[in-house]
């Protein structure tokens, strides 16, 4: 299993980023995913979920109605779409699968993620 993320970069506030994460070594159809962001000295936060088919999407308050997160399944590549960026969305953002067992998506507990991304950086500067 392998989820590589790109994308990221510096940006001025205000702008967009599209974040792509490039799946392979299983069936990316069937698995749920998210995206996580740790910002420099913080835990990580959950971004945003998605279902198999792409048809449901959660998200967090602080990126709602700014974020979109959508899948390719015939490309297993996972998107999310930033756009009016802030300087506290400045951080590390990974790609992570859900578990197959764990069958929704409105609340993912960190022990239900099996693999990860590397990340990308994202940097908004104000």
């Known amino acids: 299993v392998q989820l590589v993320e790109s994308g990221g970069g510096l940006v001025q506030a205000g702008g967009s980023l599209r974040l792509s994460c490039a799946a392979s070594?299983?069936?990316?159809?069937?698995?749920?995913m998210s995206w996580v962001r740790q910002a420099p000295g913080k835990g990580a936060e959950w971004v945003s979920s998605i279902n198999t088919g792409g048809g449901a999407a959660y998200y967090a308050d602080s990126v709602k109605g700014r974020f979109t997160i959508s899948r390719d399944n015939a490309k297993n590549t996972l998107y999310l779409q930033m756009n009016n960026l802030k300087p506290e969305d400045t951080a590390l953002y990974y790609c992570?699968?859900?578990?197959?067992?764990?069958?929704?998506?409105?609340?993912?507990?960190?022990?239900?993620?099996?693999?990860w991304g590397q990340g990308t950086q994202v940097t908004v500067s104000s």
């Open positions: 992570a699968r859900i578990k197959s067992s764990w069958t929704t998506i409105v609340v993912v507990p960190w022990e239900k993620y099996d693999y």
């Open positions: 070594g299983f069936t990316f159809s069937n698995y749920d």
